[in-house]
C-alpha cells in the first residue's frame, strides 16, 4: 500500500484544484512576459507583466 513520511502532505480535492489554478495563473503570466518581450514591450510593460508573475508565483508558492 501507500505510505506516507511524516514530512508529507496531502492535499483535499479543493486545496489541489486551488493549487491548479495558482499555477494555471503562474504559466499565464510567464506567458504574458515572454509576448512583451517578443512584441518589443517598453520597460514600463515589461515591468507590469513582471510585477504579474512575480505577484502570481507568490500566490502560487503561499498554499503552503
Known sequence: GLRFRATDRTLT?????EL???VYQV???AE???T???E???H??????C???MRAAKAADGWR
Open 13 to 17: 480535492a479543493d486545496e489541489a484544484s
Open 20 to 22: 491548479s489554478d495558482r
Open 27 to 29: 504559466r499565464c503570466a
Open 32 to 34: 504574458d512576459v515572454v
Open 36 to 38: 512583451a518581450v517578443d
Open 40 to 42: 518589443g514591450a517598453e
Open 44 to 49: 514600463t510593460e515589461l515591468r507590469e507583466s
Open 51 to 53: 510585477d504579474a508573475l
